[in-house]
């Protein structure tokens, strides 16, 4: 499985949610997980996908750590559809959360 099929399958899953999952660059800054996920609601996560059994760089690690000092959720080495379902999970929650309102 590549990394490609991983970050495909989260995107259009995200997608069926009502939400975006961005492809995420910022030049300039690097470490940043790969996906922004952008959900109803105005709720958001930072997702880095890896081909299965990959693990992030000490870096990506590093910026990371920052985002979650921050307040934001980070999945980190998203490498397998059981990975991508733990994100989607917490997607359809704050989906659900946002339709309860």
Same mark, same amino acid.
């Given at each position: ?10 995107? =259009?899953?995200?997608?069926? @949610?009502? #939400?975006?999952? /961005?492809? $995420? &660059?910022?030049?300039?800054?690097? !470490?940043?997980? =790969?996906?922004?996920?952008? @959900?109803? #609601?105005?709720? /958001?996560? $930072? &997702?880095?996908?890896?081909?299965? !059994? ?48």
């Amino acid at each position: 499985m590549l990394e490609k099929e991983i970050e495909a399958h989260l995107r =259009d899953s995200v997608r069926g @949610l009502g #939400g975006l999952c /961005l492809k $995420f &660059v910022t030049p300039g800054f690097t !470490g940043v997980p =790969d996906r922004l996920v952008l @959900l109803p #609601g105005g709720n /958001l996560c $930072f &997702v880095e996908t890896k081909r299965p !059994g990959q693990r992030e760089r000490q870096r990506q690690s590093f910026v990371q750590r920052m985002l979650r000092k921050l307040g934001f959720t980070v999945f980190s080495s998203v490498d397998s559809w059981a990975r991508v379902d733990d994100v989607l999970a917490w997607c359809a929650g704050r989906v659900a959360e946002h339709g309860e309102s």
